[in-house]
């Protein structure tokens, strides 16, 4: 029986993979320049976490959570997002107890059931950031800049950032009522999910997708008219700080998020590649004053976003084309005969623990088709032992790029290599 992979997910492998994990691996050292750091949550966790932090008028929890019974009878649901697990763990552990802001960064696996398409699945990677404790426009701004900074980094540069504000909840509740007026003798000739957020959080009718329905939106009451002073000027000290900063935005009046919990400022980081393809929203986020009380614990404004890694990926590989990055390692040592294989395996296993990336047929090939497998495993050197090299302990080292040759003793070898390669990535951060 050949079993098929489910709809909505995918398997990476090479540079699919090689990438996705580099990502994360960029994104999280990034973070911890800015004092991020890292925090592992469960991949499940109760229904109710979801139910009462993203809300139940988002289609995450509404229609695209994996909810099921385990065999204790408990009602579990896979994470649709990380945000609500990390605020339960900061409360089950106290952590709001420590100095503030607690500044952590996640990244893992998330589900939901959606409608499976183009940079859209239902097991994806999320990396984001949370910082929470402290009301501060600064922490916004410096949240907004790491997510900014990080995805300038990676390769995104021309970025078209997203800002909104929904203000603070005087604000909203006045913009809610003034949307529910506008939207009342309306909404029957409006599809049925703005219907039901019309009952239960009309702000979201602005997110809506649907052209029909867009075209009754286009005039709806701008948030700018309800806004207290107050967020006035919180939202105008983020975008002053952010110009100190040179980091350009758009304003988008009609930005809501999709989940409930947001409130004040809201982002999204967009990027359209030059042959057109746009997969939405590469990363997203915002400020929530009420997220970790919902759970549980004290009541403490906090920023955050999530980047979707399989989005960024995606658009890499098209940005970068042929330089996206391919599996490869530093060394393929090539061994000539039987009698030297285990000698020429020692020595990989002693290269190995200078971290250099080398590896070998431990078969009997040919010459050729072993300088084939070095090839096609994108080694960088081919290292050739016959036996006289065994004997006198010295060697051919061949540049797999420019065939260049040179002959290198037992002794010189890692020097030399550290010279040529340099030592792997990790002996680096040490
Ligand atoms: P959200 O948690 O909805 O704010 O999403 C944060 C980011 O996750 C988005 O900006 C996307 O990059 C990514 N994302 C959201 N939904 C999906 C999905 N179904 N498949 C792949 N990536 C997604």
Excluded: W
């Excluded at 990380?82 to 100095?99: C, F, S």
């Excluded at 100190?244 to 999709?258: A, N, P």
Aim: with cysteine; proline share 2%; aromatic share 12%.
């Amino acid at each position: 029986m050949e079993y098929q992979i489910q709809r909505g997910t995918y398997d990476a492998y090479d540079e699919e993979a090689l990438n996705l994990k580099k990502l994360e691996e960029i994104f999280s050292s990034i973070a911890s320049t800015y004092g991020y750091n890292y925090i592992k949550t469960p991949t499940y966790e109760q229904t109710e976490l979801f139910t009462r932090s993203v809300g139940e008028s988002s289609d995450i929890v509404n229609k695209e959570m994996f909810t099921f019974l385990d065999k204790g009878g408990r009602n579990i649901s896979l994470r649709p997002e990380l945000t609500a697990g990390v605020m339960r763990a900061i409360v089950t552990n106290k952590l709001y107890a420590r100095d503030l802001p607690l500044k952590n960064f996640y990244c893992g696996n998330v589900f939901r059931y959606e409608r499976p398409q183009q940079g859209r699945y239902r097991e994806f990677l999320q990396f984001g950031v949370e910082c929470v404790g402290i009301n501060n426009y600064f922490h916004d701004v410096e949240t907004i800049s790491l997510g900014y900074k990080s995805l300038k980094f990676v390769g995104f540069s021309h970025l078209i950032l997203k800002i909104n504000t929904l203000g603070d909840e005087s604000s909203r509740e006045n913009y809610k009522i003034a949307l529910r007026d506008y939207f009342k003798d309306k909404i029957s000739c409006m599809c049925p999910d703005c219907q039901r957020r019309f009952e239960t959080n009309v702000l979201r009718i602005l997110d809506c997708k649907v052209e029909e329905d867009q075209k009754i939106i286009k005039d709806a009451p701008k948030i700018n008219s309800y806004l207290s002073q107050e967020a006035k000027d919180y939202f105008q000290n983020v975008l002053d700080l952010l110009d100190e900063q040179s980091i350009e935005y758009v304003i988008d009046d009609t930005l809501v998020r999709g989940l409930d919990y947001y409130s004040q400022v809201v982002f999204e980081y967009h990027y359209i590649a030059s042959d057109g393809t746009n997969l939405g929203a590469i990363g997203a986020g915002g400020h929530y004053d009420n997220l970790l009380s919902d759970v549980g614990g004290p009541k403490l404004s906090s920023v955050g976003f999530a980047f979707g890694l399989e989005r960024i990926n995606a658009l890499l590989k098209i940005i970068e084309g042929e330089k996206y990055e391919k599996p490869n390692i530093d060394l393929y040592i090539i061994h000539l005969g039987e009698e030297t294989k285990q000698y020429s395996f020692l020595l990989m296993q002693e290269l190995r623990e200078a971290f250099f990336k080398v590896d070998m047929c431990l078969e009997e090939k040919s010459i050729k088709s072993q300088l084939k497998l070095a090839i096609r495993k994108n080694a960088k050197f081919a290292l050739i032992i016959g036996s006289e090299e065994m004997q006198k302990n010295c060697f051919n080292l061949k540049n797999l790029n420019t065939q260049e040759q040179i002959e290198i003793s037992y002794e010189n070898l890692i020097d030399k290599l550290d010279e040529v390669i340099g030592l792997g990535d990790y002996e680096d951060e040490k």
